[in-house]
């Protein structure tokens, strides 16, 4: 169950760093690239990452950012195009089922390739950076439990 635990905060601290926030993919959210700046910076120092290692995450991240930003827009257009659709006194059923699977589908490989993405990342990691990264995520983790936990009362 903690190994369990430790993947899902690995996962999702590294999609926070790696690619724009999913709630950006649906148009709203906080935070921009000076926010995405700042994460980095942090984990660049807080890994003690080399110059190559930098390099490299940069390079992959605005290839998933560029990505990323293109299923965004397909998914919109579906999106119009299921709007103006439903305005029809006659929609076609079957287009707005097609326009809701395309969306469906490009969330799912773009979620499919930030996963591989964060696990091609953290195999470049020494076994000590690797530690360091974990506990990061603990405190990621911890932070935004609290934060949670005051937003509730």
């Given at each position: 169950?903690?190994?369990?635990?430790?993947?899902?905060?690995?996962?999702?601290?590294?999609?926070?760093?790696?690619?724009?926030?999913?709630a950006l993919a649906w148009g709203g959210g906080?935070?921009?690239?000076?926010?995405?700046?700042?994460?980095?910076?942090?984990?660049?120092?807080?890994?003690?990452?080399?110059?190559?290692?930098?390099?490299?995450?940069?390079?992959?991240?605005?290839?998933?950012?560029?990505?990323?930003?293109?299923?965004?827009?397909?998914?919109?257009?579906?999106?119009?195009?299921?709007?103006?659709?439903?305005?029809?006194?006659?929609?076609?059923?079957?287009?707005?089922?097609?326009?809701?699977?395309?969306?469906?589908n490009n969330s799912t490989e773009l979620q499919?390739?930030?996963?591989?993405?964060?696990?091609?990342?953290?195999?470049?990691?020494?076994?000590?950076?690797?530690?360091?990264?974990?506990?990061?995520?603990?405190?990621?983790?911890?932070?935004?439990?609290?934060?949670?936990?005051?937003?509730?009362?």
């Amino acid at each position: 169950m903690k190994n369990k635990l430790v993947s899902l905060a690995l996962f999702l601290v590294l999609s926070l760093a790696l690619t724009t926030s999913q709630a950006l993919a649906w148009g709203g959210g906080q935070g921009g690239p000076s926010m995405k700046r700042g994460m980095e910076s942090k984990m660049f120092k807080t890994l003690a990452l080399t110059k190559e290692q930098k390099e490299r995450f940069l390079t992959e991240r605005q290839k998933m950012a560029k990505e990323a930003l293109e299923s965004r827009q397909k998914n919109e257009r579906f999106r119009l195009e299921m709007k103006a659709e439903l305005v029809k006194d006659s929609p076609d059923k079957d287009r707005l089922h097609k326009h809701i699977r395309e969306i469906n589908n490009n969330s799912t490989e773009l979620q499919i390739k930030r996963l591989d993405l964060m696990l091609e990342m953290r195999y470049q990691l020494t076994p000590e950076q690797r530690v360091k990264f974990k506990e990061m995520v603990e405190n990621e983790r911890k932070q935004m439990k609290k934060s949670w936990g005051k937003k509730k009362h």
